[in-house]
């Protein structure tokens, strides 16, 4: 009867299909068709007890159990068109959580590693006690909602902890290479008299060219396909000196931007980083808003890279999954260029 009632609360609506799952000899890995990454957590105990996909491949559903922890855990993934945030998503799933979440206790709302979470207990469903313990964590990401549901039955003092180490375990990455890089497309923006800028842009991510009047330089605007979890705002410059393109000349540039930014940073110190691209070199470093208003972004990295004969200004904002985000837009950065 148990195993009914957990069946009936995770059921997802979808058609029988095989999903793109893989294990490692570590981990399990989900993803379906479009991203341009997978979602990965420790397999030890877990076994699969339904995965299903969208007959468009571009959503699924896994459902998960550890019978020794008599644990539970599903993952629904599927492009975030009904919400475009996670608290957004958060809040819609509270709204209707569903017929077999009767009378919710001990209600609580909170971040933790990237997901907006609710949880809650159930004391019973339709007459039957199950003191079930529930993380309903939500998290948007490139354009994809994934909506994850955790829960113990005849849960005891010490099972938060269970449920709050699984969700710190849960981690994305690219990809494989080949994956990865058929998930690119290339784009030009046009620099007036001055040619093009070239860069390479994962498929999933949408992009906008700002351009200003009298001919200044465009700053083009990288976001995901859905929801505003993060911006990178790249403007490339012609008409500099040879001097502006040379190593300390950038640094000067990029910590006289730091000095700005600090009095509003949590970081007493923001340190400069090296990087080096394939036509030039630059530095940025990385703040934390000590009070980010509603709607703005909690993290930012900023910085200048030398591209060519160009150089290039870009601020990366995030209120999540920060290091992957600046890791990919690096990436974009470092193979850009300059075509006249």
Same mark, same amino acid.
């Given at each position: 009867?148990?195993?009914?009632?957990?069946?009936?609360?995770?059921?997802?609506?979808?058609?029988?299909?095989?999903?793109?799952?893989?294990?490692?000899?570590?981990?399990?890995?989900?993803?379906?068709?479009?991203?341009?990454?997978?979602?990965?957590?420790?397999?030890?105990?877990?076994?699969?007890?339904?995965?299903?996909?969208?007959?468009?491949?571009?959503?699924?559903?896994?459902?998960?159990?550890?019978?020794?922890?008599?644990?539970?855990? %599903? *993952?629904?993934?599927? #492009? $975030?068109?009904?919400? !475009?945030? +996670?608290?957004?998503? =958060?809040?819609?799933?509270?709204? /209707?959580?569903?017929?077999?979440?009767?009378?919710?206790?001990?209600?609580?709302?909170?971040?933790?590693?990237?997901?907006?979470?609710?949880?809650?207990?159930?004391?019973?469903?339709?007459?039957?006690?199950?003191?079930?313990?529930?993380?309903?964590?939500?998290?948007?990401?490139?354009?994809?909602?994934?909506?994850?549901?955790?829960?113990?039955?005849?849960?005891?003092?010490?099972?938060?902890?269970?449920?709050?180490?699984?969700?710190?375990?849960? %981690? *994305?990455?690219?990809? #494989? $290479?080949?994956?990865? !890089?058929? +998930?690119?497309?290339? =784009?030009?923006?046009?620099?007036? /008299?001055?040619?093009?800028?070239?860069?390479?842009?994962?498929?999933?991510?949408?992009?906008?060219?700002?351009?200003?009047?009298?001919?200044?330089?465009?700053?083009?605007?990288?976001?995901?396909?859905?929801?505003?979890?993060?911006?990178?705002?790249?403007?490339?410059?012609?008409?500099?000196?040879?001097?502006?393109?040379?190593?300390?000349?950038?640094?000067?540039?990029?910590?006289?931007?730091?000095?700005?930014?600090?009095?509003?940073?949590?970081?007493?110190?923001?340190?400069?980083?090296?990087?080096?691209?394939?036509?030039?070199?630059?530095?940025?470093?990385?703040?934390?808003?000590?009070?980010?208003?509603?709607?703005?972004?909690?993290?930012?990295?900023?910085?200048?890279?030398?591209?060519?004969?160009?150089?290039?200004?870009?601020?990366?904002?995030?209120?999540?999954?920060?290091?992957?985000?600046?890791?990919?837009?690096?990436?974009?950065?470092?193979?850009?260029?300059?075509?006249?």
């Amino acid at each position: 009867m148990m195993k009914l009632v957990v069946s009936l609360i995770f059921m997802a609506i979808a058609t029988l299909a095989h999903a793109d799952m893989r294990q490692s000899e570590e981990l399990i890995h989900l993803s379906v068709r479009g991203m341009s990454w997978e979602l990965q957590f420790p397999r030890q105990g877990w076994q699969v007890d339904q995965e299903r996909l969208r007959q468009d491949s571009r959503a699924c559903y896994y459902m998960f159990s550890d019978p020794n922890r008599q644990l539970n855990a %599903s *993952f629904f993934i599927e #492009p $975030a068109e009904k919400c !475009k945030t +996670s608290r957004d998503c =958060r809040s819609m799933y509270w709204r /209707d959580p569903g017929p077999f979440i009767e009378n919710p206790q001990s209600v609580e709302q909170f971040e933790e590693n990237g997901f907006a979470i609710v949880k809650f207990m159930v004391p019973s469903v339709r007459g039957l006690q199950v003191n079930q313990l529930n993380y309903s964590g939500h998290m948007v990401r490139d354009g994809y909602w994934v909506d994850m549901h955790l829960s113990k039955m005849q849960s005891q003092k010490g099972d938060e902890a269970l449920l709050s180490g699984f969700v710190k375990t849960v %981690s *994305f990455q690219q990809k #494989p $290479a080949v994956a990865a !890089k058929a +998930s690119k497309s290339e =784009r030009r923006y046009p620099l007036g /008299d001055y040619g093009f800028f070239r860069v390479n842009i994962p498929s999933s991510w949408k992009d906008e060219l700002h351009q200003p009047p009298s001919r200044l330089p465009p700053t083009i605007v990288l976001s995901p396909a859905a929801g505003k979890t993060f911006q990178i705002l790249i403007t490339p410059i012609w008409g500099g000196k040879r001097d502006v393109l040379e190593d300390q000349a950038i640094k000067e540039l990029v910590q006289k931007s730091a000095e700005r930014v600090k009095p509003q940073s949590v970081e007493k110190t923001l340190q400069l980083v090296g990087f080096e691209g394939t036509s030039g070199k630059g530095y940025y470093f990385f703040s934390t808003d000590k009070a980010p208003k509603p709607g703005e972004y909690k993290y930012m990295t900023q910085g200048t890279l030398a591209v060519d004969d160009l150089i290039v200004t870009f601020t990366i904002l995030t209120n999540s999954n920060h290091e992957e985000i600046v890791k990919e837009a690096l990436t974009i950065l470092k193979e850009a260029r300059h075509l006249r």
